[in-house]
């Protein structure tokens, strides 16, 4: 199966901005859905595990949210900073394989 | 927890290279130890994962038969193995471990230069 991301999102500081991350095949309740944020030159790192929880030290500004019914999950940052500017990775399993999407560029204008 | 990776390496097309991973503070055998790669300036892409503790190892569709995932429990390190490198194989590697579906403690990234 594919993770389908948009490329690019933008918004400006204080906003709210949503990124969406569609299977293609299966369902996206049957595994787990993660996000994890790259800034330039830096490391992955998780920012949502298990659909919708956050590890410690990762602000409640983030959120996910997995939908059934059009297969996708979101993740949701409200009251952008210029730090949350990155980009962003949704990654899903199944059947022994792990599978990223392509990935979305946050711009905070 | 914490996952060093092994420095960045140059090679030239046709050469192998063995990146390492080695891993402290938490029980090696007990999780699954994944490898991811980026190339420059696109997104990762789940290359295989390995479980020390009994060595079971699976490997993304486009990377079986091209890299070779293997563990060392003496000394807690995981390794990838690359062989015939082509230019297109420039990129920077990543290990993982692996918890519950996701991957929740990397290591620093290992880049690979392969040019002629």
């Known amino acids: 199966f594919v993770l389908t991301q948009p490329l690019s999102v933008s918004e400006s500081p204080g906003k709210t901005v949503t990124i969406s991350c569609t299977r293609s095949?299966?369902?996206?309740?049957?595994?787990?859905v993660q996000w994890y944020q790259q800034r330039p030159g830096s490391v992955p790192k998780t920012v949502i595990y298990?659909?919708?929880?956050?590890p410690s030290g990762v602000p409640d500004r983030f959120s996910g949210s997995t939908d059934s019914s059009s297969s996708s999950a979101s993740l949701t940052i409200s009251g952008l900073t210029a730090e949350d500017e990155a980009d962003y990775y949704c990654?899903?399993?199944?059947?022994?394989?792990?599978?990223f999407g392509g990935g979305t560029k946050l711009t905070v204008l | 927890v914490q996952l060093k990776q092994s420095g960045a390496e140059v090679r030239k097309p046709g050469e192998s290279l063995q990146i390492s991973c080695q891993t402290s503070?938490?029980?090696?055998?007990?999780?699954?130890i994944g490898w991811v790669r980026q190339k420059p300036g696109k997104g990762l892409e789940w290359m295989g994962i390995?479980?020390?503790?009994?060595?079971?190892?699976r490997y993304g569709p486009s990377f079986q038969g091209q890299v070779t995932i293997s563990a060392d429990r003496s000394i807690n390190t995981v390794y990838l193995h690359l062989s015939s490198l082509k230019a297109s194989d420039t990129a920077t590697y990543y290990c993982?471990?692996?918890?519950?579906?996701?991957?929740?403690?990397w290591g620093q990234g290992t880049q690979v230069t392969v040019s002629s």
């Open positions: 993982a471990r692996h918890y519950n579906q996701y991957f929740d403690f």
């Open positions: 503070g938490f029980a090696f055998g007990s999780y699954w």
């Open positions: 390995i479980y020390p503790g009994d060595s079971d190892t």
């Open positions: 095949s299966g369902s996206i309740v049957s595994s787990y």
């Open positions: 298990q659909n919708n929880l956050r």
């Open positions: 990654q899903s399993f199944d059947d022994s394989t792990w599978v």
